[in-house]
């Protein structure tokens, strides 16, 4: 796939997140990361398999029974395959969506579940600037990726509000999700979409927005770089639509399959050829698909396998093969009802062990909300077509995409050359030199020199008979005598046996004829034949003189609607031009926009601050005055009562002085001196 390519380099934002070989390189196919689903990571429960080989059974589904606390029953969850455990994240329970991990260990065979953690610090070697930890919102109608020890979800309904995907990554050894702030022209946020990996790129179609809205286009998203980019592509897609499937194939073929439109559900699929970017639409051959919605469906090697859904409101009991080599369509398996295996919004998941590949069913709503898990045995003569090597299937599936186009390019080729075809006869008609025109002025001069030759061929017939004419004027009287009628017969048989023979056998009888009237019979009788015939010829003329006019008529008007149309052309280009101009206009104005609404915010952000500081100063400079006020009022307290003091100091001085003066002599009674 052109703008693929694949690097064992980890750099930028997502150093994180770190990459793995694309999983369609592995000898099973999509949907099997690492390539190696068995990692030695944990003790397996050796008593289990064996139970289990003996149950399982080719072509049926199997029923199995792990050990541990089943998780909730529920619908439209997400489920990956990450070494030996199968995370099955979010979904629709009878209490409403739901953010938990279920984790089924698949080395035991034992259900286990993971609180959710919320914030926390950074691991070790910290995060990146672009990474936020934050709590994985309840969810329903999302995709999960795994992307080597790391799972990625991408939108999805949520219960926060906004408007553009959301990209969150789970780490399962500290357990933490964190959401990824990814750039570029982010999609609009949406649910029951597509997500596909084809190495570090991210293909994402479709979906349904909030209003319920179907949608139809394509973005991809880069790990490396965390961009997300608009997909342009050529020929007719598949139209709006939600709850569909989707595989990459071969790193160059997305498909689609079935989905949930605006009014019913679809069979049909599609293909996109990325190194064209042209939509294809196949044909259903086989075992011709029911249309469904809100099925699962799991690529391993040549084949695509397709299990659930639901059709008008009844699951879909069908579990169906695409053998990708053949673009054939074949049952697989049949469920029975009330069945995991109808369910729409179940989850499958492909696991590998030991060579051996089964498909693991999970969830999903009928009647109600399950939590069965159901196997599927793969034998590995089903992997791959027998007649061709693993990775050679593509050329049969870029041959079924070239047969529609093929037939267009030679509709188009034969249009082309009626077009030519009729430009040359248009020419030739038009032209005063051409070989109709010369031909019909050969005719029309070899008409007039037989016709001369006839005439003088009748005179000299006549000159010839004149005498003879003369010597027989005096039995002309008897013309009406049986003899002369029985010539006039006679002459009258000749000319109707003559009616019916052509013009040389003509000429040879006017070559052997005796008498004078039957030569001059025969001469005008050939006469009048050519002077038919050069009627004909005259009005075929003028037949062709008007297809003349006709086809100069039609190249004129065809002329005026080609200059008419290459002005439109040069309007809609100066129209695009400008609109090109304004979008860009446009885009630098919101950009300026956003530039300016930035520093805004900073300066709202510096100014906030400062208030902030200059509240918290002002409220310590009130405590600092009503501290001040405290210590005044204290003060002149003390100042009075100091006052008073001094006041009674002074009266007892003055008392302790009368006292005085009385006891050493009488002396006048001085006042007593000013208060205050």
């Known amino acids: 796939m052109k703008g693929m390519e694949r690097s064992r380099k980890t750099s930028g934002p997502v150093a994180a997140i770190p990459e793995t070989r694309s999983p369609v390189h592995h000898q099973l196919g999509v949907g099997m990361p690492n390539g190696k689903l068995m990692a030695d990571e944990e003790e397996e429960d050796s008593s289990y398999y064996p139970e289990l080989r003996s149950r399982l059974v080719m072509d049926f589904w199997t029923a199995v029974h792990p050990h541990g606390k089943k998780p909730e029953p529920r619908s439209y969850h997400a489920a990956t395959i990450v070494g030996r455990k199968m995370l099955v994240t979010g979904g629709n329970t009878a209490s409403g969506s739901t953010n938990d991990v279920q984790i089924l ?47 990625l979800l991408v939108a999805g309904d949520m219960d926060l509000i906004g408007d553009q995907t959301e990209v969150w990554s789970f780490d ?116 011709s698909p029911s249309p469904r919605a809100g099925h699962a469906g799991v690529l391993v090697g040549d084949k695509w396998y397709i299990v659930g859904g639901e059709s008008r409101g009844f699951g879909v009991l069908d579990s169906l093969v695409l053998d990708i080599a053949k673009m054939t369509w074949s049952i697989a398996a049949i469920a029975p009802p009330n069945s995991v295996l109808a369910n729409q919004g179940l989850s499958l998941v492909p696991f590998q062990r030991k060579g051996k590949v089964f498909l693991i069913a999970f969830g999903g709503h009928g009647n109600k909300a399950s939590n069965e898990v159901q196997v599927l045995y793969i034998p590995p003569s089903e992997y791959f077509t027998p007649a061709s090597p693993p990775r050679s299937s593509s050329s049969g599936l870029a041959a079924e995409l070239s047969e529609g186009r093929g037939s267009a390019a030679a509709a188009a080729a034969s249009y082309r050359d009626a077009e030519n075809t009729f430009g040359e006869a248009a020419a030739a008609l038009a032209s005063p030199k051409s070989s109709n025109m010369k031909k019909m002025k050969r005719l029309t001069n070899s008409s007039s020199r037989t016709q001369s030759s006839l005439e003088a061929m009748v005179f000299d017939s006549s000159e010839q008979t004149g005498s003879a004419r003369r010597r027989s004027s005096a039995s002309e009287a008897n013309a009406n005598t049986p003899t002369s009628r029985n010539t006039g017969y006679l002459s009258e048989a000749f000319r109707t046996t003559l009616d ?64 008419s149309v290459l002005n439109s052309k040069q309007k809609i280009e100066l129209q695009l031009a400008s609109a090109l101009e304004a979008e860009q206009e446009l885009k630098d104005r919101v950009a300026a926009a956003e530039q300016a609404q930035e520093d805004s915010n900073n300066l709202c952000n510096v100014v906030h601050a400062e208030n902030l500081r200059l509240e918290h100063d002002l409220a310590f400079l009130k405590a600092v005055v009503e501290d001040t006020q405290k210590e005044l009022q204290t003060t002149r307290g003390v100042l009075a009562g100091e006052r008073s003091r001094a006041f009674q100091l002074q009266v007892e001085i003055f008392e302790l002085k009368q006292k005085l003066s009385t006891n050493d002599a009488p002396q006048l009674v001085s006042p007593l001196p000013p208060q205050g």
């Open 500 to 563: 019916g023979n052509s013009d040389i056998e003509l000429l040879m009888e006017l070559q052997d004829a005796d008498s004078v009237d039957q030569r001059a019979f025969l001469i005008n009788r050939i006469q009048r034949k050519f002077e038919k015939k050069l009627a004909a010829a005259v009005r075929k003329n003028e037949r062709t003189e008007g297809e003349l006019a006709a086809a100069v008529r039609g190249k004129e008007e065809a002329e005026k609607n080609l200059a």
């Open 172 to 287: 399962l050894q500290t357990r933490l999700w964190t959401k990824i702030a990814a750039k570029g022209e982010i999609p609009a946020a949406r649910s029951g979409q597509s997500v596909t990996r084809a190495g570090s790129i991210l293909i994402m179609f479709g979906g349904e927005d909030s209003k319920g809205h179907k949608m139809n286009d394509l973005h991809i998203l880069d790990l490396k770089s965390l961009m997300w980019l608009p997909l342009h592509t050529t020929g007719t897609g598949p139209s709006p639509r939600s709850k569909h499937v989707a595989a990459m194939y071969d790193d160059r073929f997305l498909l689609i399959f079935g989905g949930a439109s605006k009014s019913k559900p679809l069979n049909d699929i599609y293909a996109l050829d990325f190194e064209t970017m042209e939509w294809s639409r196949l044909k259903n051959k086989g075992a």
């Open 105 to 151: 260990h698949l080395g035991k065979m034992m259900w286990s579940g993971i609180v959710e953690a919320g914030p926390s610090t950074p691991t070790q070697g910290g995060m990146p600037k672009s990474v936020r930890r934050q709590r994985l919102p309840a969810c329903k109608g999302h995709s999960m990726i795994s992307w080597g020890k790391t799972v």
